[in-house]
């Protein structure tokens, strides 16, 4: 098998990471592997393996005919036999089945509440789907759910996994050292960073020297000015800091101690693997694939959405005893290394394409 990666941009987003490690997993696996980017590169181009086969499309349009061309012409060059197409980059990959039948095409839907997809789209899905040879789901819920509404039993649940990244040292976070918490998520309203206002409005009642670091990619819409309007109301802009997208998340995860997330939905975020494996202690809300990763009180707190009264009991919690949260750190990274390496994951999803 040679297999491709196909991703819209190199934006350190959830998807996005996934394509560069599945690319970068997949070439000491099987000797090749590829990653195409088809409109934008971003932080992500550094942290793909030397030995990965990469081409940027620059794609103009949804229908740019001259970046098919090209897509058509690597593939051919490489003799690609299966195209993993990443997110909304599904619709370049049917366009390239048009030009190369012989081509097998699946479907890495990362999207984890199904429950917002309007019926338009599923319409659109419905009528595109059967032109791929399988989809791969990030949830155990949503697998279910492509295979009763969207009529498609060639469907397979494959946990995110966390891959090597280059070490890159720039970001200095702010805040007093050992007391700092973060956030790795886009300033997306599904990442519900107002509840994470509301539990540092909380937690600078009694711990003011704890600090909040948020970084992920900030998209200047209306979404990310009414967060950063919020903290000037409330006066956070000494506890809540924002980064915006940052190459150096191992040296930001190194300078950090605690971990959370505040999501109103979720896959398995690749956020909540990069705390195991630092490791960090946690604290996040019981979404997506995370109620059945988290043994709560043994390797990390699991609280309900949109709970601001529990999210903060449980940090409190950790902030007070130091023993548990190396205990849970710890749990937590033999929670991540046993069911969601690389290894393990990848053994299970090559299996699955030679079943195809």
Not at 1 to 21: C, P
Not at 45 to 53: A, F, G, H, P, R
Not at 140 to 162: A, D, G, M, Q, S
Request: aromatic share 10%.
């Amino acid at each position: 098998m040679r297999i491709l990666q196909l991703i819209d941009s190199l934006e350190a987003g959830g998807a996005e990471r996934m394509a560069v490690n599945y690319a970068n997993s997949l070439v000491d696996s099987l000797g090749f592997s590829a990653l195409v980017a088809t409109r934008k590169e971003g932080a992500l181009l550094e942290q793909i393996d030397s030995k990965v086969t990469y081409l940027f499309l620059n794609k103009k349009s949804r229908l740019d005919f001259g970046a098919l061309w090209r897509l058509r012409s690597f593939v051919i060059l490489y003799s690609i036999t299966h195209v993993h197409a990443h997110s909304t980059s599904f619709f370049m990959a049917l366009l390239l089945k048009l030009c190369c039948p012989s081509l097998k095409l699946i479907w890495h839907y990362h999207y984890g509440n199904n429950k917002e997809i309007s019926n338009k789209r599923i319409l659109i899905f419905k009528t595109l789907i059967p032109f791929f040879n399988g989809v791969i789901s990030v949830n155990r819920n949503l697998k279910i759910w492509i295979e009763n509404k969207l009529k498609f039993k060639k469907v397979i649940y494959l946990p995110n996994f966390t891959s090597r990244t280059k070490e890159v040292n720039k970001t200095n976070p702010l805040g007093v050292e050992g007391k700092r918490i973060l956030c790795l998520a886009n300033l997306r309203p599904d990442k519900n960073h107002f509840l994470l206002l509301e539990i540092a409005q909380l937690l600078k009642a009694d711990h003011p020297e704890w600090t909040f670091h948020l970084v992920g990619k900030d998209f200047d819409d209306d979404y990310s000015h009414a967060i950063k309007n919020k903290i000037k109301e409330v006066a956070m802009e000494n506890q809540v800091f924002l980064y915006g997208s940052r190459e150096d998340i191992n040296c930001i995860l190194n300078q950090s101690d605690i971990g959370i997330l505040t999501s109103v939905s979720e896959g398995l975020p690749i956020a909540f693997l990069e705390y195991g494996m630092q490791p960090l202690p946690v604290v996040v809300t019981a979404v997506g694939e995370l109620p059945n990763i988290i043994n709560s009180g043994v390797n990390g707190w699991l609280v309900p959405s949109n709970d601001a009264g529990s999210f903060y009991k449980a940090l409190i919690a950790l902030i007070a005893d130091n023993s548990m949260r190396n205990r849970m750190a710890l749990a937590l990274q033999q929670t991540v290394l046993e069911g969601y390496s690389s290894k393990r994951v990848l053994q299970k999803y090559l299996q699955w394409l030679e079943s195809l």
